[in-house]
């Protein structure tokens, strides 16, 4: 008999007691992903174990516009918050604490890396990694709708390639069926500036300001992971998904292999009873637990700095410094402006009455502002530069030569520098992401995730405007707190801690007090966009006082990478970190290979958007769908190759 959901805390048992092929821990993005893809073998049996529940028929969930609702509760979101970083700001991170993880609980965006973001990744010495590798993988994940004419005529979307998109795949998404006031200006205002958008950014190109995709069903609620890729695959009796279990380390056979490898023999778990239970698996263990919680496994379980694992006493099986460096995300700063009075915002919502009216139109015919989307821009920073009045201007250093050291294949900290450095001064290449929010905003609330995007006044309509730093120069990291799986690793971005994070986010949100006086966007704003909303400077931002604003203002738009980056193993110091002893640099070389196997280790993989060994344009969801479609396949050829070699 097929049990393919497990939720009690009892069905724990039954879980241990079976063995697996497989053993992914995380029912995330990725983490179906994978589990949909690798039991369509009938004869391999996959195991998943999340720590979060079901909840595809929540309407928190299904309904695009009640997203915020789960950012800082604890049945949906993890809960995740910073060390102190710049100006003491501790930042909050929701990620997604449900089956189908933060797909789950995201905005909804369906952006994508450019081009150039991925062939880097092979430019840092990762075989077989380029855009034109990774491509089909985006197409594999996607199911567009092309727009309805007249949608396509009011929003001028004339930039998207078919050929570009998937249209078999899963994850639906399509064009909002609802767009406000703020919204229709948007590409017209981009025009008024010259800033149209050039080119669709699922085919890695295009910059300006664009209608944007969502991950939306036909019928307008939110397609994700959890009612996608694992509806298509629980009912398969080779899969069992187990739900209210947190892991808590991986299980490694006493002694390593011939190669002088670790072999992972499976996982231990609490169940919701929290008692420790073990499951087994004859292939392989996966981390698909994200950024923060797949190198705090890692460490758990003895893979990582020497430094680290002594300090709370974890015996060292494989040393490696990389394992939590390189933390990158993308840093956010708001712009608050008053609106036009009549215009609608977040804050009619004060009216309850109204509230529930909108909701039941939605729930009625699928549209309305619950069902509405934010556009984006993504630009240069010679474009965000060029929109501005001359003494507004931070113009960039002139570039220094490339050092003589950096060179194709080298993974260490220098290069990556270079190549985002290359990025920055290319007039082709996004430094800043402008995104909107038909509210108010609260800067000074960085550490409550929904706060920070919700005006704190009782009076007043506003609209925000979010400027995003897209390829930071700036790495943190996170490590273990603890030995304890429970308690929550210490996460530390250094926001802002590279001068041209500051310089970059500076333009950027001067750019942002420049576009909200750019008609038509100026017309839906009181007098033009000069009257910011109270608590934000008056009355303008320059390039005096900017950098100061930048420092006091920022949030994140929650998108953390890199922390099991990509990238060849080595122990010298052209690498991630600068040596053992000091862990607070970016890493030592990398913690996984081209195929996501974990170095050190023959059978452990990460499959989640740790991997990634640089921060990429746009938002993630995306890219993470991508990447466990080609780790799907890793794992699919090496089974067949053992196949073909009798080893199986």
Known sequence: MAMTLITPAAAAAAFAATTFDYLIAGGGTAGLTLAARLSENPVVTVGVIEAGVDRSDDP???????????WGDGDYDWGFETVGQTNGRVVAHPRGKVLGGSSAIN???WTHASRRDIDDWGLLGNEGWSWADLSPYYIRSENYTPPPPDIAEAEAINFIDPACHGEGGPVQNKFPPFYSDFYTA???TFANLNLSVDGDHRCGLGLGGATTLASFNANNSRSYAGNTYYALAKNRPNLKVLTNALVTKINFHPRKDSAGKLRAKGLSFKASDNQTSSARATREVILSAGAFQSPQLLELSGVGSPTILNRHNIPILHANPAVGENLQDHLLVPLSFAARPGIPTLESFRNTTLFAETLA??????????AAQTPTAHLSYAQLLAALPPDQRLPLPPRPPTPHSVIPGSQGAAQQHELTLSKLYSTTEAAGQIITLPGGSDPSAPN????FLTSPLREGNYFTLLGVLERPFSRGSVHIKSPAAEEKPLIDFQYLSHPLDVLVMSTTVLFLQQLARTRPLSDRLLEGGGVPQPGFPPPFLNRTNVGEFVRASYGSEFHPLGTCAMAPFNNNKNSFAANDSD???LGGGGVVDSKFKVHGTANVRVVDASVAPLMVRGNLQTLVYALAERGAEFIREER?????EGRI
């Open 448 to 451: 409550n995730a929904s706060g």
């Open 60 to 70: 928190k969930v299904l309904i695009p516009g009640l997203a915020t609702s789960m």
């Open 640 to 644: 067949e190759r053992g196949w073909v």
């Open 107 to 109: 905005l909804n965006l």
């Open 583 to 585: 862990i607070s640099g």
């Open 361 to 370: 139109l939605y729930t009625r015919n699928r549209t309305g502002p619950f």
């Open 186 to 188: 948007w590409s017209p």
